[in-house]
């Protein structure tokens, strides 16, 4: 991998435009595509993409983390083949890409929340690295798939709580057990990348992204689900940790880009490698500045307060550099953050009047690929 990522650096990079559902159409329409993780918050943004774009789509998952979720919200079981499935369970996953014949996959199956990592680190774990193995031995003993892409996090490095942005060469070593196991499902994947595709086969990559945000997430110990859920109550937010600093994205700015790496790499496995993902550095804001956004974003004099309420370690200034992701496809962000929490509460408050989220959803999406 190291030889083709050099090359990368000479190859001519695509220009600053952004990718339409048109050119999306265009590749993905009936391909074979199986999304691991599908009845989270961001695969079921991810399949619904999909499924606008005319892709033969199946996911593998676990049943919706939460309740209410995006997925069940909008229907989306009628929409595609969903299987409801543990990545652990690597017998029943061997049998679904028998069954499938995927041509693409993308993995976003995960134990996902750092708090809940601390309370359950040998689940974390499983669910995080040997998770990826069962997936990446699936795709080896696939001969259909040709991309796959494995998503982690900006959360995979060593943090020195610098006021740099993290490289795609800097070392990975998470602190917490979710950011740490993220770490290690990234060295299985170039594990496997080098082991067993060196020479042709698949085209691997995977993608940091930072937090994101967006209609339909339902999680808890997360800042947005927590402003939305205290004004939906018409309580204050609480906020544990105003000071500290993340890169806050829209949730579909990375999924455009995981859409375009597994498409670019389909075409050309020059293109496969590793990327981060993230907002300009002016939307690397902290969680007390996110916070004012949303209650301005949201009106009716909402306001938040500072309330430590204890816990384990977690990260205090995080953000990356993609200059990479701008080099090499010419990728740039589409919306700032402030629009991104606008978004957010327009979805919210759609949710919370009862109207059709499905719409909703393909409403915001066309209008982000245009």
């Known amino acids: ?6 090359s990368m650096e000479n190859m001519e990079g695509l220009r600053q435009k952004h990718m339409t559902m048109t050119e999306l159409r265009d590749f993905y329409k009936d391909k074979r595509v199986l999304v691991t993780g599908h ?21 593998y998952s676990l049943t919706p983390p939460t309740d209410p979720s995006l997925f069940g919200i909008a229907g989306l079981e009628d929409t595609m083949e969903s299987i409801i499935g543990d990545i652990r369970d690597l017998n029943h996953l061997r049998q679904v890409f028998e069954q499938v014949q995927p041509e693409i996959v993308f993995h976003l199956a995960a134990q996902p929340i750092v708090r809940d990592s601390y309370k359950n680190p040998v689940y974390t774990y499983e669910t995080n690295v040997m998770g990826t193995v069962n997936v990446l031995e699936c795709v080896r003993l696939t001969e259909s798939v040709a991309s796959f892409l494995n998503v982690t996090t900006d959360k995979v490095y060593e943090n020195r709580e610098w006021e ?10 998470g602190y917490d057990p979710y950011s ?3 770490s290690c499902s990234e060295l299985v994947t170039h594990s496997y990348q080098k082991s067993f595709f060196l020479e042709g086969g698949c085209a691997v990559s995977t993608s940091r992204a930072g937090n994101v945000i967006g209609g339909g997430d339902f999680a808890n110990d997360r800042i947005i689900p927590d402003c939305v859920r205290a004004a939906a109550r018409g309580e204050d937010i609480i906020v544990r940790n105003p000071h500290s600093t993340r890169p806050y994205q829209l949730v579909l700015e990375p999924l455009a880009v995981y859409l375009e790496i597994a498409m670019r790499q389909y075409e050309d496995r020059r293109f496969a490698g590793y990327y981060n993902v993230g907002p300009d550095d002016k939307d690397c804001i902290t969680t ?10 949201w009106g009716g004099g909402l306001c938040w ?4 309420v204890g816990g384990p370690h977690e990260a205090n200034f995080l953000k990356l550099d993609c200059s990479k992701i701008r080099s090499v496809f010419g990728w740039k962000p589409r919306y700032g953050v402030k629009e991104a929490v606008e978004k957010t509460v327009e979805w919210s408050k759609a949710y919370l009047e009862g109207q059709d989220m499905l719409m909703v959803m393909d409403r915001q999406i066309e209008e982000f690929f245009g």
């Open 180 to 182: 740490n196991s993220k």
């Open 39 to 59: 009845t989270g918050f961001k695969g079921s943004w991810l399949c619904r993409i999909l499924t606008l774009c005319g892709s033969k789509v199946t996911g």
């Open 164 to 173: 740099y942005g993290y490289r795609e060469c800097d070392p990975l070593d």
């Open 288 to 297: 007390g500045e996110l916070a004012d956004l949303f209650c301005s974003a």
């Open 305 to 308: 307060i500072n309330k430590w």
């Open 1 to 6: 991998m190291a030889d083709r990522e050099g």
